[in-house]
């Protein structure tokens, strides 16, 4: 008997000691390129309007980086690159030039894309590392006379999205399965003041900001029938939405159904930081600069629903005309 006993003490005690059995992933080394461009929009009253984009889309494409569960190894690391592309400097210095700046993003001064603290206007990588609390929506962003480059559409997403130990993505807002989803969108929102797109230099023009066009997604979409941006999904599953706030004014994010009622989502993550406690809400007003991850379960029986944002005026929070953008999820 005794030296039965003895081997278990002797596998209980190897046991206790082995290492943790994670399966730890290399973290991947995410390298991005970005090339500046522009193209010719024509709005929906029939007016041409000139962007300047990162790759030549309106956002530009989201990039991804991705965070693991606490225990294994570091997290993702995102190397993006800005190449000048074919376009030459459009402004006369110190409005010339495009940098890249990761809205939100814990980053050294020198990955910040901030002109004014040093940093190459013509090009360059801008390197970040989130760490594992950070899952969420975020931005990236010209920060070159920002008031104009923003209103040109040198924008895009930026989403820190969790992956399992073996490196693989996963469908969750977080490592939290509460957020699991089943679909995702990025309701990236912005507005258009043409005036903005030609004027140049310290122009008096950038002193008051007179938006004509609303967009989300880079699309106008201002009915239920011509939405800004759709998704087909299927009956009692749950659709996340990264609500990323590009646009120069106040706004209000309602989901609501054919008939107007306003349907509750649930508000998981701000500003790339879960929320200690979800809120569920119906109506979330979103300012400039903020995100909000949210989802929202499509009901037991086929039919659509109208996620939407009004944008408001800053000074006095009124409605625009033709100021509600809105989406649309059948199921
Ligand atoms: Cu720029």
Redesign the pocket.
Known sequence: MFPANRMKLSLVAALLCAPLAYTTAQAANINVTRN?SSLNKTMSDGVRVTF?TFSGALPAAAVEVGVYPDGTTTTDTLNLTLSMGMMTPQDSAPYN???IHMHGADVKTSEDGVPETYNDVNGDTYTWTPTRDMAGSYMYH?H??TVK?LE?G?YGPLIVRPKNASGTWLNQLTHNTATAYDYVQNYVLSTVDPAYHTATGDSTVFADYNPKYYMIAGNEGKTTGAPAISLTAAKSKKVALRLIGIHSVSSTFTVKDGSGNAKPFTIYTQDGRALATPQSVTSLDISPGQRFDVIFTTPSTAGTWYPQVTYKNLRDGGTYTNGTVYGRVTF
């Open positions: 500046v300047w030039g495009h940098t010209c070159v006379h480059h040109m040198m």
